[in-house]
Each structure stands twice: as C-alpha cells, then as structure tokens.
C-alpha cells in the first residue's frame, strides 16, 4: 500500500512509521520511501527492523523502478510505500513523477492522510477532490490526522464517508508534542537520537489504538506469488571503504547493495571514533551532518590525516555533499573553525535556509576517476552549507550542472587524483555509471597495488 498525503507535513511520516511497527509485530515489513529522502527512509527502517529503499519515478526509468520494488518485495508479508510532498505533485502541472503516479505504476492502492486541523466538513471536499482528479487512482481509505477530540472526529468521519464513499480507517489524534525529535534542519535522523526506540514504540502504540489495522490489510493489494528476490552477490574481490557513523549516514540501501552486486565487501567505518583509515581499495563518503559532528571530526587528527594521504596516494574517493565538506580545508560554524580533512582548498560554512534543494542534472565534461565524459547523470541536492572561500575557478570542476545549482557557477564535481567530490546525490539504480565507475576504479588501484 501507498501512504500518501494533501501535501508535506500533513502527518504522513507519524503514519506511515507507525503503521510499519504495528504491522511488523504481524509478519515480515519492507518498506520504501518515494522520493530522495534519507531521513523519512531512516525512520522507516527504524520501524521495520530492516533497511527502506528508496523509489524515485523521477531518477529511475520505470522497469528499474519496478524491478527494484518487486525484487525487495518478495517474501515480504507486508510492503509499505510512503509518497512525498502532495498526492498529484510532481515536476510539473500535470503532476509528473508524483506519488499518485507511482502507485498507478506499481497498481497500488492508497491510503491518504489528512491534516484536519481547525477543520471538519471540508475534509470531505479535499477527500473528494482527490478521488475525482485521477478516477484510476484507488482510494483505499483516509486516516484522519490532528484529531482533536471525539465529536471532532466524529463529524469529519461522517462526512467523509457519506460525501465520498472512501471509508476513514483511522485516525491519529492531536498530540502535545513532537514524536520526532527535531533540531534546526528538521526532524533528527534517527541514528542520531537517544529517543528513536521510545519514539517507534509510542508510534506503534498509536497505530494500534487508533488504526483499523484489519481493514487496512484488507485493502492491501497482493502481491504475484512468484516474485523472486535479488541476485545473490559474488565473492567479493575488492574491499571500498564506507563512511557511516553520527556525521555520515545518507546513504541509499541500493547504493550499497549495487556495490556488493558487483563484487564489492563493504568495510564501514567510524569517522569520529577510528584512528586512520583501513586497508581498501576505493572510499566511500555519503552525506549527512558533519557540522553536527564538526568538533569530533576535527579532534581525530589522525584519521583525517590518514585520509588526506589516501588521496594523495591515489585511492578512489566518492564523495557526496557531506563527504564533499569533510574533504575540505574546514568548516566554520558560529565564528569557530573547524579543521576538516584539507583534500581542497575549501572553506565551507552554514546557513539558516536551503542553499539547493531538488532535483538535478549534470553532463561529465572533465576527465574524472568514475564517469565518463559525456555521461548525462540525474540527481538531487539538498544544502545548507556555503561556499565561504575557494582558490579554484569554475573551469576546473568536472561537472556542468544542466539543471540544480551545483558547487559554483552552475559546476560541480572537485577532482584531484582518484577524488571526486560533489553537491549531487545519485540512486544507483539510476545511474548504473556511478556503480560501475566507482567498481572499476577500486579494481584498478587494486591491480596497482598488486603490481599487476
């Protein structure tokens, strides 16, 4: 089933992450996040006890979309998909990519969530409004959310369904405050927060108390019977590196499972706690919030120094937003500088509002140790950090950005040695380049260091 919502923010991460844990203590949950998000996707596989996946009509063709959801389906009892921004919003006025889309890809039912804050037979209208817009799309049923007392509910309930016919399955009531913690970006990652397993557990408590869990299984669609998981990964002949600790956690599961498909033993390291960097072959750097992890990341001199002498030596480095400011010279944050790992001359800061944020598309121009010139790449970006200082000029970057915002100057994509560093995200099943780049340049520097 889709969770889909009337806009962002409309409750449907309260949702959707409670009616996983309440399902998982029924069978076996796999859960998909639509859309580039990394937080959402963190919470999800919180509840479901196994990693989320992320499908994104935007960044995937529509059979590696399909096959991606139902190779990490099968087996499954139950799979859960949640929608981002509206139901009908996408990239353009026709609704492009938008959740409504994939669960018409996928012939999905949904299950919408409603603010109904200061609100009560309108509800029926919006309920209504979204049944009449896209006839082929299947309602299954409304969980109403900001319930403020019974006769609240009460009206809404009665309304909804007497006007539109789609039955209300559940409400989640008015809370006093936030389940997910939050900070000045938003909500928390849950790998950061000391409250994630009370949080998950208040909201499984939720759902079974106010869901109509039966009925909501009952409108599930099944599922083909002969779905088959993914192929079994080879014997691993290379070893890359991953950055995954409280600073560097953005990662998509298929990123890292295309990377094992390919031969690849994943080594995950601890940036804030690790003395030097281990024996691989390629490194790894996702993104996530350094500038939360700034002072540690600063005090292990030795890691970043082993790190900046990795580039040096020709080790293959990935490094996306986060990663892309580690590797820098330092970053400041209220007037105080930290020391980073100084691959490039950057000094990088924070701001209070998004520098970039959306969708991206990039053309290789320049030689680089994982893409081809002339390879076109879409992504996304999402940034609060700025470029305060940097000795370079646009020209040098690999990468010119066709759509997004990109380091400077409309480019992106540092280079230097085996180093590529970016402000772009990619899902790998997308971007099968990213996958095999970075799989031959770790076999290339391995053959060298054999001497073969």
């Not at 590696?64 to 859960?80: E, I, P, Q, T």
């Not at 990652?189 to 557990?201: L, R």
């Not at 540690?296 to 892309?324: K, V």
């Amino acid at each position: 089933m889709v969770i889909g919502g009337l806009s962002g923010g409309s409750g449907k991460s309260v949702a959707t992450v409670g009616l996983i844990a309440a399902l998982k203590e029924r069978g076996l949950v796999i859960p998909f996040k639509k859309g580039p998000d990394y937080i959402d996707a963190g919470w999800m596989g919180k509840a479901a006890g196994r990693p989320c996946y992320n499908l994104d009509p935007y960044l995937m063709t529509p059979d590696s979309l399909k096959n991606s959801f139902f190779s990490h389906a099968a087996g499954a009892d139950f799979a859960v998909i949640e929608g981002n921004r509206g139901l009908f919003d996408g990239v353009d006025p026709d609704g492009s990519y938008s959740t409504a889309e994939l669960a018409l890809a996928l012939d999905l039912p949904v299950l919408l969530v409603v603010n109904c804050s200061k609100t009560t037979r309108t509800v029926a209208a919006m309920v209504l409004g979204c049944r009449g817009l896209e006839p082929r799309l299947r309602l299954a049923g409304v969980i109403l959310n900001q319930i403020a007392t019974p006769r609240h509910e009460t009206v809404i309930r009665q309304a909804v369904e007497k006007y539109t016919g789609v039955p209300v399955l559940g409400i989640v009531p008015r809370l006093k405050t936030d389940i997910f913690p939050m900070r000045h970006l938003g909500v928390t990652p849950h790998q950061e927060s000391t409250t994630a397993d009370a949080a998950v557990a208040k909201l499984a408590e939720l759902a079974r108390e106010n869901f109509d869990l039966e009925k909501i299984i009952g409108c599930m669609q099944q599922l083909p019977q002969n779905l088959q998981p993914g192929n079994r990964n080879p014997e691993p002949k290379i070893r890359i590196g991953v950055l995954r600790d409280a600073a560097f956690q953005f990662y998509y599961q298929e990123n890292l499972e295309a990377l094992e498909a390919q031969g690849a033993e994943l080594v995950m390291i601890d940036a804030l706690q690790a003395r030097q960097l281990p024996d691989v072959d390629a490194l790894y750097i996702g993104g996530g919030f350094p500038e939360t992890s700034a002072r540690q990341l600063a005090a292990n001199r030795t890691f970043r120094a082993s790190i900046r002498q990795a580039a040096e030596n020709g080790l293959p480095i990935y490094a996306e937003c986060g990663g892309l400011i580690f590797l820098g010279r330092s970053l400041i944050l209220e007037g105080e500088e930290f020391p980073m790992a100084d691959v490039f001359p950057i000094t990088f800061g924070l701001a209070k509002k998004p520098q970039a944020h959306g969708y991206s598309i990039f053309l290789v121009e320049l030689q680089n140790a994982f893409y081809p010139i002339g390879a076109r790449v879409k992504g996304h970006e999402f940034r609060y950090s700025t470029v305060d200082h940097w000795d370079g000029q646009p020209e040098q970057l690999a990468l010119k950005v066709e759509r997004g915002t990109g380091f400077v100057s409309r480019r992106d994509g540092l280079v230097k040695n085996n180093v590529l560093a970016l402000y772009t995200h990619v899902l790998a099943p997308g971007t099968p380049d990213w996958v095999a780049g970075l799989v031959r340049a770790a076999t290339r520097y391995a053959a060298l260091r054999k001497g073969e």
